[in-house]
């Protein structure tokens, strides 16, 4: 079986084995490739087949070099920490979702023209671009009993029940609640320990895959998952739940959507779990949430559209320490701005 790597030509795994043992030549991320790479392959294939048959099969190959290539480039790059590549040939479907969104993050950030370092303990990534950088830590929340079974449960979601409905959805904003809960937690141990300095500027990416449905193909979706408002998780994490309400425009003749912010807590052991992170200053540390899509079909929407088609979203902390400069990573931008949210456009990142 051949593979596609990098930008050059195809090479077989007897072809890079001999280029392994090549004086000079012979790296340690040439050796995990060829310990891994037949394995992938098939198992991406397998997963483009099953759920995106219809993309025919010139696109669902030119999918499977893709995840190569950026694997090839991330072992390349020396940005993987030691427990990646275990992690991406695990059996565990969220362990190896975990390390499958770490390599697509690399891929999206230098699509969008960052340099990325990384340190032996700290974030995720290092991103610096025009002058500026910004620290990124990525989290994959697991799904849970409630939204995994509410995935596979065809029926439930073509005639949802609406209490069923509601309980899909505090679910999901849980599990994305809990997560970024627990990654403020490390990044205010990183803070204690000096590992970022007081400067920084943090922002958490969420990658969604884990709560979308397993059986449904994203390629094409433009949107990050919605909750009870129909504004992103993200959003509603960072500012609360939402009202939506209509009025009259002055003139009377056109009806305006409205945004208004609540309180609200979750239950969740051992401690509630409340929403509206930035609605204060207890979160002054982290400069925004970012909602991500980073499953296979990241790379088919690549193949088809020559671009990202991703929904990508920012939240900006309006009480951060250091905010986010807007339009540094290419996302739609949501902001807390009096009592009106600003809701998101999904548009396409410009990748040239």
């Not at 995106?52 to 070099?65: H, M, N, P, R, T």
């Not at 072992?75 to 975990?98: E, I, V």
Request: charged share 25%.
């Amino acid at each position: 079986m051949s593979t596609l790597l990098g930008g050059g030509p195809r090479l077989s795994a007897a072809g890079l084995a001999t280029l392994a043992d090549v004086p000079g030549v012979r790296n340690v991320y040439l050796e995990v490739w060829l310990s891994m790479h037949e394995d992938l392959e098939k198992k991406w294939r397998e997963f483009f087949q099953e759920r995106c048959a219809y993309l025919g099969e010139d696109i669902i190959e030119k999918s499977v070099a893709m995840l190569g290539q950026i694997l090839h480039r991330y072992l390349k790059s020396g940005l993987a920490d030691t427990n990646f590549s275990k992690g991406l040939a695990s059996g565990n479907l969220y362990t190896y979702r975990q390390r499958l969104a770490e390599m697509l993050l690399y891929d999206r950030l230098v699509r969008d023209g960052f340099q990325l370092r990384s340190k032996d303990e700290g974030p995720d990534f290092i991103a610096s671009k025009g002058g500026k950088t910004v620290c990124i830590e990525l989290t994959t929340p697991e799904p849970g009993s409630q939204v995994a079974a509410s995935n596979v449960e065809i029926q439930s979601r073509l005639y949802p029940d609406p209490e069923d409905a509601l309980a899909y959805m505090n679910d999901c904003l849980l599990r994305v609640t809990g997560s970024l809960r627990e990654k403020k937690s490390q990044i205010q141990r990183w803070n204690n320990k000096g590992v970022l300095a007081s400067g920084d500027v943090v922002v958490i990416v969420v990658n969604e895959a884990n709560l979308w449905p397993e059986d449904l193909c994203l390629v094409g979706h433009g949107d990050p998952l919605k909750g009870q408002s129909g504004e992103p998780l993200v959003l509603e994490a960072a500012y609360g739940r939402f009202i939506r309400f209509w009025r009259l425009s002055e003139s009377g003749s056109v009806v305006s959507e409205q945004w208004k912010h609540h309180l609200s807590t979750f239950s969740r052991k051992p401690a509630p779990i409340p929403l509206g992170a930035f609605i204060g200053t207890d979160w002054s540390e982290v400069s925004g949430f970012m909602s991500m899509n980073l499953r296979e079909e990241y790379v088919a929407n690549i193949a088809i559209y020559s671009g990202v088609i991703d929904g990508s979203v920012t939240v900006h902390n309006d009480n951060a320490d250091n905010p986010l400069a807007s339009g540094l990573v290419r996302t739609a931008n949501c902001f807390r701005g009096k009592d009106i949210i600003k809701s998101p456009i999904g548009v396409a990142p410009d990748l040239g």
